[in-house]
């Protein structure tokens, strides 16, 4: 089974600065991968996601992510954050063999200080 | 178009007793995916819908969890002899399986479930 780890559970960066959230998972065989946000009372929305073909994905609101298979990460960044970003980071991969099964990380509360 | 509706909204209930959670997908939409959100923790993966059958039911926690889907369309999840532990959001995602080999889950507002 898949394992997702999110390192910082909370991050916090100044306006303007870079945001680099971090995903890591375990398969060795390179999954399907997601990134969703969730900001406060919102339900879960898609930020951007990695199926097949090139390995850095843009999504909403400037953000990207980079698929590493060497390094089995992908990592959200941003290079300047806004306050608007203030909100819950999860990353989600699909499992090896079963693109239907998900496992999501534990999230992390991105604060963006003024 | 509409998205993922969840009911109720909220719901208390005290320890033992059975509880029924809705969630009614995107129109055309034939996955569906039910989820569980605790306090501080990522999203637990719970059973998934292709259809109205479940291929894999390995993430129920234990077998006083069920769920069920018909007409390929609306689902429930029941939880019986409710316990402490059961406390969470129960979130309800769906996607319109095999469209360009997009897998993007739509969520619901969730169902938010509190056993006393």
């Known amino acids: 089974a898949q394992s997702v780890t999110q390192l910082g559970s909370h991050v916090s960066v100044s306006e303007g600065a870079l945001v680099l959230l971090r995903c890591n998972y375990s398969?060795?065989?390179?999954?399907?991968l997601f990134w969703y946000v969730q900001y406060p009372n919102q339900g879960l929305q898609l930020l951007l996601k990695y199926t097949t073909g090139a390995t850095l994905v843009k999504g909403i609101n400037g953000f990207e992510a980079e698929f590493k298979k060497s390094e089995t990460s992908f990592h959200l960044t941003k290079p300047s954050a806004h306050m608007s970003d203030a909100a819950e980071y999860f990353c989600a991969v699909s499992e090896e063999y079963n693109f239907n099964k998900f496992y999501f990380g534990s999230g992390t509360k991105l604060n963006v200080k003024p | 178009g509409a998205g993922v509706s969840q009911s109720p909204s909220n719901k208390v209930t005290e320890k033992g007793k059975d509880v029924e959670l809705r969630c009614d997908p995107i129109?055309?939409?034939?996955?569906l995916y039910w989820y569980r959100q605790s306090l501080g923790q990522g999203l637990e993966f719970l059973i998934y819908f292709q259809g109205n059958s479940a291929p894999d039911k390995s993430g129920l926690p234990s077998d006083r969890f069920s769920a069920e889907r018909t007409g390929g369309s609306v689902s429930t999840l029941t939880i019986q002899r409710t316990q402490q532990e059961d406390s969470a959001v129960y979130l309800c995602a769906s996607s319109l399986e095999g469209a360009s080999g997009v897998y993007e889950q739509y969520f619901g507002p969730g169902t938010r479930l509190t056993v006393t």
């Open positions: 129109s055309g939409h034939t996955a």
């Open positions: 398969s060795s065989v390179p999954p399907y």
